[in-house]
């Protein structure tokens, strides 16, 4: 699919911290964020920015963007898939949702790796956000064995269709999917502007073709691994990336203000929103 990107999809950069910064510093870098957007006069109807800041630094994050009205979404990194009971340690959707949450990240490669996060534990995450309300950003993308294999889209393509294939269109559409290949997290390495559209545009024809148009038209999908300001300009061109998932680049609020400014003049260029 391609080429007009409908008004429904609001690019989203996200700020995915994982596990950086207390409370204290949580609330300094959001302040110093809401100061360099305001400066550069950045638009918040053309780009949304969230961050997934740790779950202690949630509440903080909250007071912050109620008390001042800032032009700023929040989410999670990770949920449990039950609502409450005896389960220490972990964290319910309901809870997030009260918290405001709008977004939360499932099925993070780093959470697959250290957790016991196999595809049933991810869609029962996925349909726990749901009912609660949020939007699951799924992560899906292949490693680096796959991709020698030569087998990367389908593997990545396949991950999507292994949680959404028992999803209404509503539930599908209210779903963001960042494509991260694995290789590519943390490690400098970034996929091609090209590779990265040819992933994210099979998902999309894949989930056109299991669900109704207005569904995939409505999905937005992410590109997540090693975005900086100096490769996103070249991967927000791409007709179906809507934004990114940003790791060790959103710990730097300048660099991560100029992320979304970059976001947002592209946008601003087309004429869109
Ligand atoms: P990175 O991480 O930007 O540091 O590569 C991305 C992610 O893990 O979401």
């Given at each position: 699919m391609g080429g007009t990107m409908p008004p429904e999809r609001l690019p989203l950069v996200a700020g995915n911290w994982k596990m950086n910064f207390d409370h204290l510093e949580a609330t300094y870098f959001i302040q110093k964020l809401a100061w360099t957007l305001r400066d550069s006069h950045f638009d918040s109807h053309r780009c949304e920015i969230s961050i997934m800041p740790s779950f202690t630094s949630l509440r903080s994050v909250q007071v912050l963007v109620e008390a001042d009205h800032l032009p700023l979404s929040y989410g999670a990194q990770s949920v449990s898939v039950t609502t409450q009971g005896a389960f220490t340690g972990d964290v319910s959707a309901d809870m997030l949702a009260r918290l405001g949450c709008e977004?939360?990240?499932?099925?993070?490669?780093?959470?697959?790796?250290?957790?016991?996060?196999?595809?049933?534990?991810?869609?029962?995450?996925?349909?726990?956000?749901?009912?609660?309300?949020?939007?699951?950003?799924?992560c899906v993308g292949e490693s680096f064995e796959e991709r020698r294999q030569g087998i990367a889209l389908d593997f990545a393509v396949g991950q999507v269709t292994d949680v959404t294939r028992d999803l209404s269109d509503e539930q599908t559409s209210n779903i963001l999917i960042a494509y991260e290949p694995v290789w590519a997290i943390g490690t400098g390495m970034v996929a091609t502007p090209e590779s990265a559209q040819e992933a994210a545009g099979a998902m999309r024809e894949n989930i056109r073709s299991a669900f109704d148009d207005s569904v995939s038209a409505a999905v937005r999908i992410l590109y997540g691994g090693s975005v900086t300001s100096r490769n996103a300009a070249q991967l927000i061109e791409q007709p179906d990336i809507d934004g990114f998932l940003v790791g060790g680049a959103s710990l730097d609020v300048d660099e991560f203000a100029s992320i979304a400014r970059i976001t947002e003049k592209f946008v601003r260029r087309l004429g869109r929103h």
């Open positions: 977004y939360v990240i499932v099925g993070h490669s780093e959470r697959r790796k250290y957790h016991p996060e196999d595809d049933a534990n991810i869609v029962d995450q996925v349909r726990a956000v749901l009912a609660a309300g949020m939007h699951p950003i799924l």
